[in-house]
């Protein structure tokens, strides 16, 4: 909807598919711009719904890096809509609940989701080894400590991936990085 709508291409409903997508997906579509204040009451692109149109994103995940953006949270959002766009990069198997569960305790945060990737991600970060190149950990011996940590190697390199991607989005875009670490508020 959103592209159709910035290259003026009419609207879907009367866009001459050769498979239209059924009614209630486009209505669908149609509730979630509106959420995302990307569309007006008449269904046409608000500014930031044509910002959104740019990005080669989720709406969802682009509304949150715009809003990011205006609040100098990017650093932090990119970490946090990066997250959102996997599976949870955490481990956890039936036989082993609860030992995962004390695992990962430590990468919550009681008042937010959010602020518990942020610490997941820094604590990833960390057990590399990080910007410290003396106590860099073998490949090896970084998959032994997240599979004792029961957290899911391939889903982390996915994240980083996507989080890569969404940094490219934004360079593209030439918006700026936070240097200092955003506030609860600004992420919140």
Do not use: C
Not at 59 to 85: F, K, N, T, W, Y
Request: hydrophobic share 40%.
């Amino acid at each position: 909807i959103l592209r159709m709508k910035s290259l003026h291409l009419g609207t879907v409903e009367g866009f001459p598919f050769l498979e239209p997508p059924p009614k209630k997906a486009i209505a669908d579509g149609y509730a979630l711009l509106d959420e995302l204040n990307a569309v007006d009451d008449d269904n046409e692109l608000t500014p930031i719904g044509r910002e959104l149109a740019k990005l080669p994103l989720d709406p969802r995940i682009g509304r949150m890096i715009l809003e990011a953006r205006e609040r100098q949270a990017l650093d932090e959002v990119l970490v946090i809509a990066s997250a959102l766009s996997v599976q949870d990069v955490r481990d956890r198997p039936m036989d082993l609940q609860a030992q995962a569960d004390q695992a990962h305790a430590k990468f919550d945060d009681d008042k937010s989701e959010f602020s518990g990737y942020l610490k997941l991600w820094k604590w990833l970060d960390e057990a590399r080894g990080g910007h410290n190149r003396e106590h860099k950990l073998s490949n090896r011996q970084y998959e032994q400590l997240l599979r004792q940590n029961f957290v899911n190697m391939r889903r982390v390199r996915e994240w980083r991936d996507i989080h890569s991607q969404l940094h490219t989005v934004v360079a593209e875009h030439k918006w700026r990085i936070n240097t200092l670490p955003a506030s609860y508020e600004q992420i919140h």
